[in-house]
Structure formats: structure tokens, C-alpha cells
């Protein structure tokens, strides 16, 4: 069974950093993108960011500049670093998958993240 465990997520001040990290297990296909979503409070599930298997990256223009996002293959893990936070940042945080030839998706179970203004 595809898992996906993310941590990190918590409560930090506005122009303050978290780091979002997210592991999977029971994969035996090729991962082919990794990325993070968020939803905020009466707000769709939107793209944060999302980084391929050969390293190429796209972001919202909301984090450009101030969130990046790397992959360990090796491990099967995913991150999310979040510099410069704003109070608008404050969602719950979802790591996504996608992965083998049918480009099936697994998604974490979300991890809460605060800004205080």
C-alpha cells in the first residue's frame, strides 16, 4: 500500500521559515512528479509546488522567491522549504505523488501550517 507521511507543519510567525517534509513507502513504480498542494479555509485545493523526476520545477507565482522545493530519490521523499511566510500562507499542506505508467496519484494526509501576523 502507497504511503505518504508528511512533517513539519506547525505555528510560526509572519516573515518566519518552516521546512514541510514528506516520505513515502510502499512504492515499486517510478515516481514521476512530487509536489505540494494547500487548502486554506473555505478555499479549492491549489498547487504550490511540483518538481519532476528529472529535477524541473513550477511554482504559484503567490511562493515564487520565497518557497522552494526539493526531492531525494533516493529515499522517496519530498520538501517543501517556506521562507518569508505570510499570514495568506496559512493553510493545510498536502504532499502529492503521482507515479507509474498510468500516472496514478497518492496524496498525504495533510500538515497544518500557521502564520500569525
Known amino acids: 500500500q502507497v504511503q505518504l507521511v508528511e512533517s513539519g507543519g506547525g505555528l510560526v510567525q509572519a516573515g518566519g521559515s518552516l521546512r514541510l517534509s514528506c516520505a513515502s513507502s510502499?512504492?515499486?513504480?517510478?515516481?514521476?512528479?512530487m509536489g505540494w498542494f494547500r487548502q486554506a479555509p473555505g478555499k479549492q485545493r491549489e498547487l504550490v509546488a511540483r518538481?519532476?523526476?528529472?529535477?524541473?520545477?513550477n511554482y504559484a507565482d503567490s511562493v515564487k522567491g520565497r518557497f522552494t522545493i526539493s526531492r531525494d530519490n533516493a529515499r522517496n521523499s519530498v520538501y517543501l522549504q517556506m521562507n518569508a511566510l505570510k499570514p495568506e500562507d496559512t493553510a493545510v499542506y498536502y504532499c502529492h505523488v503521482a507515479y507509474g505508467s498510468w500516472n496514478l496519484e497518492v496524496w498525504g494526509q495533510g500538515t497544518l501550517v500557521t502564520v500569525s501576523s
Open positions: 510502499g512504492l515499486f513504480f517510478s515516481i514521476n512528479t
Open positions: 518538481i519532476t523526476s528529472g529535477g524541473s520545477t
